[in-house]
T-cell receptor, first 115, second 110 residues
Framework: GAVVSQHPSRVICKSGTSVKIECRSL??????MFWYRQFPKKSLMLMAT?????????EQGVEKDKFLINHASLTLSTLTVTSAHPEDSSFYIC???????????FGPGTRLTVT | TQLLEQSPQFLSIQEGENLTVYCNSS?????LQWYRQEPGEGPVLLVT?????EVKKLKRLTFQFGDARKDSSLHITAAQPGDTGLYLC??????????FGGGTRLMVKP
């Protein structure tokens, strides 16, 4: 199957700072990438969908100015959590699929802790 | 908003037992995927079903897609402790966006 990586796997930051999470498709070109958030023992919640070279589409209730998404190339999307607060602490997961593909392949996730 | 109901939410069984997880919606899926997730990791794709009535097997796992493409099931035969994890169904209703079910947390005791 296709491989998606995420970096960092874990990050701890202080309240008020910004954190950038990278998502890379390693062996295929990802026309679309997705960002999810997952709370403990819960399912995945879609935050936004991004297509290469265009603005991300955010789900209802997700602040686009807080969660900045950039999909600058067919293999890289970034999620920046700006002015992080403790309630932003969560497990963030990205996924990607190639053009015409229906399967999404997920990254290993990033555990963000805001102190 | 499309909703996927997944049941049961939790399942604790003994090694060797069989189990079935259900995924239901009032809407028609264009396709449905099953994932397995372990703690601290991303979901891993198990199978994709596309055709109504389709049955796919992956070793001891059997996946069925309902004739009307509104429901799906995952059956595990002779469960093993290594099957422990969070099982997620996710449906595609339009485009390529996934809508996830609530997940089934399975624990298989030796």
């Amino acid at each position: 199957g296709a491989v998606v990586s995420q970096h960092p796997s874990r990050v701890i930051c202080k309240s008020g700072t910004s954190v950038k999470i990278e998502c890379r498709s390693l062996d295929f070109q990802a026309t679309t990438m997705f960002w999810y958030r997952q709370f403990p023992k819960k399912s995945l919640m879609l935050m936004a969908t991004s297509n290469e070279g265009s603005k991300a589409t955010y789900e209802q209730g997700v602040e686009k100015d807080k969660f900045l998404i950039n999909h600058a190339s067919l293999t890289l999307s970034t999620l920046t959590v700006t002015s992080a607060h403790p309630e932003d602490s969560s497990f963030y997961i990205c996924s990607a699929n190639g053009q015409g593909a229906i399967e999404q392949y997920f990254g290993p996730g990033t555990r963000l802790t805001v102190t | 908003t499309q909703l996927l109901e997944q049941s049961p939410q939790f399942l604790s069984i003994q090694e060797g037992e069989n189990l079935t997880v259900y995924c239901n919606s009032s809407s028609v899926f264009s396709s449905l995927q099953w994932y397995r997730q372990e703690p601290g990791e991303g979901p891993v794709l198990l199978v994709t079903v596309v055709t109504g009535g389709e049955v796919k097997k992956l070793k001891r796992l059997t996946f069925q897609f309902g004739d009307a493409r509104k429901d799906s099931s995952l059956h595990i035969t002779a469960a093993q402790p290594g099957d422990t994890g969070l099982y997620l169904c996710a449906g595609v209703f339009a485009g390529n966006m996934l809508t996830f079910g609530g997940g089934t947390r399975l624990m298989v005791k030796p």
